[in-house]
């Protein structure tokens, strides 16, 4: 009797592990792509920088450095196929997103409540620059892509965002789209964005 229980417990147990796997190995044998975005200085050689923090100070050292502007700053993202078959990027764009505040330092008493979705947000479709990949892009399992562009004309954008909004509650990131999927990167260091020109 008591060994009928430890085999029976055993087999739940071997049972729910073996549906566990299956149900990651689905989930893992897929394209997975990340999104890191990017700034830097344009021409011959572009070395990324992360664009989540203020890069400012380095852009400009490397800009006195290479005799160039803050005309020549370009931004994008880069993108990481991190699943076990080939990504097939699509599309790849900026959005500007509202900042979401997940909690309230007042406490409300709640009379009613409802779904809403949230606006997504307008985008940008930069053009097709010489160096940028053409697409659709396909990316091997572990390989990457960066997708570039001049960041004057990101700037253009999020500085007339900024003046029909409250530019606070705003973010800007970087999207791109494989198989019908979007996938978003953080956001980028606001700032850097809109003084790009001083």
Do not use: H
């Amino acid at each position: 009797m008591v060994a009928s229980l430890v085999l029976g417990i055993v087999g739940t147990v071997l049972a729910a592990g073996s549906l566990g796997w299956n149900v990651a190995q689905y989930l893992l044998t897929g394209a997975r792509m990340t999104l890191a975005p990017i700034v830097g200085i344009g021409g011959g050689s572009t070395v990324p920088l992360d664009a989540t923090t203020d890069m400012r100070p380095t852009l400009q050292q490397f800009e006195t450095q290479l005799n160039t502007d803050a005309a020549d700053r370009i931004i994008g993202v880069t993108v990481v196929n991190k699943g076990r078959v080939d990504l097939c990027v699509t599309r790849w764009s900026f959005r500007v997103l509202p900042i979401a505040r997940w909690w309230s330092p007042r406490r409300y008493a709640v009379t009613r409540w409802m779904f809403r979705s949230v606006p997504v947000g307008p985008d940008f479709l930069p053009p097709t620059d010489p160096g940028c990949p053409a697409l659709p892009c396909t990316i091997p399992p572990g390989g990457a892509e960066t997708f570039l562009t001049k960041l004057d004309r990101v700037w253009l954008v999020t500085t007339s965002i900024d003046k029909v909004s409250d530019p606070r509650r705003l973010r800007v990131v970087a999207t791109a789209t494989s198989g019908g999927r979007t996938r978003a990167s953080k956001s980028f260091f606001k700032p850097m964005l809109t003084d790009c020109r001083a």
